[in-house]
């Protein structure tokens, strides 16, 4: 089991031939997983199910779609908060974003690429949904690792009919002179789970449980998992949702494109997370409503807005 802890985060490989559950690799990595997470909720992936050819496809669509007028970029939008273009902001006038919503279906790429592109892009949507399926893949992966874990699988197929995968690219252009190098304020993410793969241009800073800030330096063949704060209160305070930003640390271009996996529906609190050690701190809560909290009353601070959205007083 190829686990280990540098200066970095922890890596996990997710390469093995035999990575089947019940296999000796598999308990081992499902423990690596679940330290993980609880320690730095966030570990790096080796994962070799996206080819080369596919990532340099995807990055390639990806400039191509920044590369439009801002105009078009603006139609981007949606009635869910954080699911529409972000740019031009005055205070992190680097950062630009754009999302698609439902990004393992082709109806969500279909309609995004439509709208970006009214005579279609067939590259562009073939690309971003072939991507999208291959990490909703390894997030269910490592979701169905951290169910097992806790001994509470039985909730583990209704999860997974309840996951929406959203796909946001983000553009971080270099930095003029006097410009600031922040690319993304300090943030936890209100998902389950986030997949991020960048274009080898690093920024990515994440914040330890100690309080250390580690610069999260990724090779081109891993992904970077973080726990979102859906996922700190369905497990009851269990695993972290580490709060992270983006800081520019080279004179170059960045895009990033994360993979924002949020339950949709009503997600419970498991009876098996609350013991004698711990107590129940969540009630059972909408995912998306958590997000539209963040929006309409956004904090700096991680356990902020699950504990103001869901959480009980103990
Ligand atoms: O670009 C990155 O590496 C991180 C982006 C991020 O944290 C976010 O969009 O929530
Ligand atoms: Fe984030």
């Given at each position: 089991m190829a686990s280990q802890t540098l200066p970095n985060l922890p890596i996990i490989d997710f390469?093995?031939?035999?990575?089947?559950?019940?296999?000796n690799s598999w308990l081992s990595a499902r423990n690596d997983v679940r330290r993980a997470l609880e320690e730095y909720g966030s570990f790096i992936a080796l994962y070799d199910k996206v080819s080369s050819e596919l990532k340099n496809g995807v990055f390639d669509a990806v400039k191509e779609l920044f590369d439009l007028p801002k105009e078009t970029k603006s139609q981007n939008v949606s009635d869910k908060v954080y699911h529409g273009y972000v740019g031009q902001l005055a205070h992190i006038p680097i950062h630009e974003s754009l999302s698609i919503g439902d990004a393992n279906t082709l109806e969500g790429v279909q309609s995004f690429t439509n709208l970006m592109w009214p005579s279609g892009n067939d590259n562009f949507c073939e690309n971003i949904l072939k991507y999208a399926k291959k990490i909703a893949e390894l997030e269910q992966l490592v979701s169905k690792m951290v169910f097992e874990s806790y001994g509470v699988e039985r909730y583990y197929d209704s999860h997974l009919r309840s996951m929406s995968y959203l796909i946001r690219t983000l553009k971080y252009r270099e930095p003029k002179i006097d410009e600031t190098n922040t690319g993304a304020d300090i943030h936890t993410d209100k998902t389950f789970i986030t997949i991020l793969h960048q274009n080898q241009v690093p920024g990515l800073q994440l914040q330890a449980r100690n309080g250390d800030w580690i610069d999260v330096d990724f090779p081109p063949e891993s992904f970077v998992i973080i726990a979102g704060d859906a996922s700190l209160a369905w497990s009851n305070d269990r695993i972290h949702s580490p709060r992270h930003q983006v800081i520019l640390r080279e004179k170059k271009t960045r895009y990033t494109v994360g993979v924002f996996a949020y339950n949709t529906g009503t997600t419970d609190i498991p009876q098996e997370m609350v013991d004698d050690e711990h107590p129940l701190q969540f009630r059972s809560f909408d995912n998306m409503g958590l997000l539209q909290s963040y929006f309409d009353n956004p904090t700096r601070?991680?356990?902020e807005t699950a504990r103001s959205y869901c959480g009980i007083r103990v």
């Open positions: 390469t093995m031939e035999n990575l089947k559950p019940g296999t601070l991680s356990e």
